[in-house]
């Protein structure tokens, strides 16, 4: 079982940084694939970013591609979204996800990942 743990939500302006992050217990992530989802009212979850822990590899939705990094660190099982260049439309409720899915199409799917976060908000002002 894992225990995810989001955190480091606000409000900002546009044109402001965040960094969320995601921490993890009851077990490593070392075999996990972990990824950033959003929810803005009346939407849909949607695929922010992902990481596979074992090779650092990771993956990006067009909409965030440029202004936003996910990272983890090993010693602290947790996992980082800083956003860079907020805008008004990134408001939402911001979710961590993992799972001990593989590499490919499915990372991009809320629906394949097992354990969730609480979610933690972010709304940007314009």
């Known amino acids: 079982q894992v225990q995810l743990i989001e955190s480091g939500g606000g409000l900002v302006q546009a044109g402001d940084s965040l960094r969320l992050s995601c921490a993890a217990s009851?077990?490593?992530?070392?075999?996990?694939?972990v990824g950033w989802f959003r929810q803005a009212p009346g939407k849909e979850r949607e695929f922010v970013a992902v990481?596979?822990?074992?090779?650092?590899?990771?993956a990006y939705a067009d909409s965030v591609k440029g202004r936003f990094t996910i990272s983890r660190d090993n010693a602290k099982n947790t996992v980082y979204l800083r956003m860079n260049s907020l805008k008004p439309e990134d408001t939402a409720l911001y979710y961590c996800?993992?799972?001990?899915?593989?590499?490919?199409?499915?990372?991009?799917?809320?629906?394949?990942?097992?354990?969730w976060g609480q979610g933690t908000q972010v709304t940007v002002s314009s």
């Open positions: 996800a993992a799972d001990q899915t593989g590499w490919g199409p499915r990372v991009f799917v809320p629906t394949d990942y097992d354990y």
């Open positions: 009851g077990r490593t992530f070392s075999s996990y694939v």
């Open positions: 990481i596979r822990w074992s090779t650092n590899s990771t």
